[in-house]
């Protein structure tokens, strides 16, 4: 399943990211992306679901979006800290996430979130997935059967594979 984030003119289509997505009511809507990659485009008023035109936002970008168009930018050093206290105070519970979803293949999983892990615990087992959370205890790895939950303790070794 995808995690499109929509406003009256405008969809954010999540790419295993950290971001913020903000409607100004009589102005735009405004997204900032810290971590990860996010699809933007706008809609035609009467055909909210047909985009048309798409923006890729990459990490320390935004995007402003009003009746004019697409204004892109560079987060400044004050944006990435404000938006980095904001994803602190957040708790993993309420970020939003399939912990069930499957994917077919490993391309499947490197097109959703741009990257690919392979975690080698201190047992020698090796998981292969994406690292999409961690706290001080765990890691939160989405692999093709599903999201799952190791103790970061139990890690010998992460290798970015993509």
Do not use: C, W
């Not at 971590?35 to 402003?64: C, L, M, W, Y």
């Not at 800290?81 to 993993?92: A, M």
């Not at 690919?116 to 093709?144: H, S």
């Amino acid at each position: 399943e995808e995690f499109i984030v929509r406003s009256e003119n405008l969809s954010a289509e999540v790419r295993g990211t950290s971001f913020s997505f903000q409607n100004i009511p009589g102005q735009g809507t405004k997204v900032e992306v810290l971590e990860g990659r996010v699809a933007v485009s706008t809609h035609v008023e009467s055909q909210k679901s047909a985009p048309e035109g798409e923006q890729v936002i990459e990490p320390n970008q935004g995007i402003f979006v009003n009746q004019k168009g697409f204004v892109r930018s560079h987060l400044n050093d004050f944006e990435k800290n404000r938006l980095e206290t904001e994803f602190e105070k957040l708790p993993i519970e309420n970020i939003p996430r399939d912990k069930n979803r499957t994917y077919s293949n490993r391309q499947e999983l490197l097109t959703d979130f741009q990257r690919l892990e392979k975690i080698i615990l201190i047992n020698g087992k090796e998981i292969e997935g994406v690292i999409v959370d961690m706290d001080e205890k765990a890691m939160y790895i989405q692999t093709l059967e599903k999201e799952i939950v190791i103790q970061r303790e139990s890690v010998s070794e992460v290798i970015q594979l993509y």
